[in-house]
């Protein structure tokens, strides 16, 4: 597991919503369908292991990130969940906001 440093917008914040939007429409067309429903089951095995404020996908150029903000386990299978992404050259990364799990183009 990879730990992230990270760092809120502040006052830009409603721009950085706003952009990460735009991005998240324009790129989630550079998938195709198997791709996305790989990124929507790991989005629903974190639904099932952890308790999280939102839960959400980005589609990025060159990945798709599946973040669960403030997420913490909700069930003791979390662990096996975690190594079952890792297996599947998924990373999974632990940032002070919640977990992102890191679905590259070339693994999906």
Do not use: H, W
Request: with cysteine; charged share 25%; aromatic share 10%.
């Amino acid at each position: 597991m990879k730990e992230l440093e990270t760092k809120e917008a502040g006052v830009y914040s409603f721009a950085a919503v706003m952009d990460a939007q735009r991005r998240n429409t324009n790129n989630k067309s550079l998938y195709t369908d198997k791709q996305i429903r790989q990124a929507l089951t790991v989005r629903d095995l974190l639904d099932t292991v952890f308790a999280y404020k939102s839960l959400y996908i980005n589609y990025r150029k060159n990945f798709i990130a599946v973040k669960a903000e403030q997420a913490r386990p909700k069930d003791p299978t979390y662990k096996q969940a975690i190594q079952c992404f890792e297996a599947n050259g998924y990373t999974v990364a632990m940032t002070p906001q919640g977990i992102i799990v890191r679905l590259d183009k070339t693994t999906v």
